[in-house]
């Protein structure tokens, strides 16, 4: 028995350093931590969801008995991506009604129409994506042949910024049209004493709130479809900028349920109930869902000629666009929104608009703060305006497609002197020394790889233009992966809880096929997810 004795305390030290003290170890891996340092490592442990290790695979092999084990064999890997301003609800909605993206002419997007009316053959006809600014012929349609169409069926079909739409006679009835109609903030078109069914910005609204409530069920799969696609693309949080207060427990409940896995930073729209609402209740958090700011528009877009120019349109005689509210509007939400301590995230476009919102912003302000409140887009910047960003630490949040999507026409309508400051993406980053991206989807694609090859390639998919669109202002391979990552958390007050991987952290993270950081520029768009992680729990798998 006393020789048994060792035998036996091997066996059972033995089985001891077997026992599990991990749920997962990703290791043999190329990891960009996103750090202070920008480090990287071969290896990093997950355990209960958080990442609690990082370092050598060996090392860390010895040191963590995982239950699951991930031999990455030198593929790159990442922070999971954050989407710093997206509507992804929208998206989702969007997903199953009529998708009008690429179609260049009218004729496609009637056919388009006409084919899902076939399919779709009750209710209201919804859709969205076209853009006259891709058709040989550069200018907004006419209803006419919806009418002719569909005489009874109403039908709304949203211009691909958002900020327009088109609808039938049918739709214009409903909501009591009328030829000649006026509106602040907005453009109900009227050619020749005739409706063309071309609304601008606030007039929207007039159609688009007769449009039935979606049900429950098309709410919950609106959200579930956006995220399958956004997971993909290795997405794994988003801002949906502009959503009702109805939707926070929509989405908690979901999220409870285990449904609905994606975190989200929920943005209010600018409306009372709302302001209301989480005056009230305070500011909503949980792992999966964050509600603390506010969504506002201060101009249309540029596309629609609905943004706000400091002087007319290049393109457009006698026309500047037009602010969506009243200053005063814009300075007593300010106010409120300081008062109670939350987030203001301003949608701008013009040099106009965004000259408005930055001087109310530091009136609230009064320089620099870690209030962290946001213009949206920041656009067309007037080369004096661009030092109200630092000097009271406004945050531009900017989406990079926007530039090499507009680029073909934007001049046109700005002219070249006031192009120079548009989509000034490196300029802006100066300000603070952090930018945060998005894609503004589904106005652009949701594949942050887009996102991340035009802000430092500057061109489209095609490669054009060969050196870039304004090429001083893009943004290094570095500082682009910081902007879907940890600088996209910093804008949401998350940096201490994602957007790297470090101990502590979610362990959200994505694995690629190439390494975005070493892979020649025109490979960018073609890098594809591997696997997506959710707090350590795989949410995609491509194979």
């Known amino acids: 028995m006393k020789k048994l004795l060792p035998a036996l305390l091997l066996l059972a030290v033995a089985c001891k350093q077997k026992e599990y003290n991990a749920d997962l170890l990703i290791k043999n891996a190329v990891v960009y931590t996103v750090d202070s340092s920008f480090t990287t490592a071969t290896a990093f442990v997950v355990n209960h969801g958080k990442i609690i290790a990082v370092g050598n695979s060996d090392s860390l092999e010895q040191q963590y008995f995982a239950h699951e084990v991930v031999d990455a064999k030198g593929a790159a890997v990442y922070p999971g991506f954050i989407d710093a301003h997206a509507h992804f609800y929208e998206y989702g909605l969007g997903l199953q009604e009529v998708s009008l993206d690429g179609t260049k002419s009218w004729n496609e997007v009637i056919d388009s129409v006409g084919a899902y009316a076939t399919r779709n053959t009750d209710g209201w006809i919804i859709g969205r994506g076209w853009d006259q600014n891709d058709w040989a012929k550069k200018q907004f349609p006419d209803k006419a042949r919806l009418d002719s169409m569909f005489p009874v069926r109403p039908v709304i079909l949203s211009r691909v910024d958002g900020h327009a739409i088109i609808a ?95 975190r989200m930073y929920v943005m209010l729209a600018d409306r009372a109930e709302n302001y209301d609402y989480l005056f009230k209740h305070g500011a909503f958090k949980t792992p999966g869902l964050n509600v603390r700011a506010f969504k506002v528009y201060a101009d249309g877009a540029l596309g629609s000629r609905g943004a706000c120019l400091l002087k007319p349109y290049a393109d457009q005689k006698n026309w500047s666009g037009f602010l969506l509210s009243s200053q005063a509007h814009f300075e007593e939400v300010a106010r409120k929104i300081a008062d109670k301590g939350f987030q203001m995230c301003t949608h701008a476009i013009g040099d106009s608009a965004n000259r408005v919102m930055l001087k109310i912003y530091a009136s609230v302000l009064k320089g620099k703060n870690d209030r962290r409140w946001r213009i949206e887009h920041a656009q067309v910047i007037a080369p ?68 991340f090859y035009a802000a430092v390639e500057r061109k489209d998919l095609k490669g054009f233009p060969a050196g870039g669109f304004q090429p001083e202002n893009a943004l290094s391979r570095t500082e682009a992966l910081k902007g879907i990552t940890i600088w996209a958390a910093k804008a949401n007050f998350e940096e201490k809880e994602k957007g790297s991987i470090e101990p502590g952290k979610y362990a959200d993270f994505v694995i690629l096929d190439k390494d975005i950081m070493k892979v020649k520029g025109a490979e960018l768009p073609t890098v594809k997810v591997i696997k997506t992680y959710i707090n350590g729990v795989k949410v995609y798998d491509k194979k």
């Not at 214009?172 to 020749?192: D, R, S, W």
């Not at 409940?253 to 449904?259: F, R, V």
């Open 384 to 451: 004096e305006d661009v030092k109200l960003f630092g000097d009271n630490n406004i945050i531009p949040s900017v989406q990079p497609t926007h530039a090499t999507s507009d680029m073909y026409w934007a001049g046109k309508r700005l002219g070249a002197e006031r192009l120079k400051s548009a989509y000034a993406y490196k300029a802006l980053l100066k300000q603070n020394g952090w930018i945060p991206l998005g894609t503004d989807f589904p106005v652009e694609n949701i594949n942050p790889m887009y996102t």
């Open 168 to 262: 039938n006679q049918a739709a214009l009835n409903i909501a009591g049209v009328k030829p000649g109609q006026t509106i602040n903030g907005g453009e109900i078109e009227t050619i020749n004493g005739k409706l063309t069914g071309i609304l601008v910005d606030n007039a929207m609204g007039i159609v688009t709130r007769k449009i039935p409530e979606p049900t429950a069920p098309i709410v919950e799969n609106a959200l579930l479809s956006a995220q399958k696609n956004c997971f993909a693309v290795g997405l794994t949080t988003v801002d949906d900028c502009g959503l009702p207060y109805t939707m926070i427990n929509t989405i908690a409940d979901l999220q409870h349920k285990g449904s609905l896995k994606m």
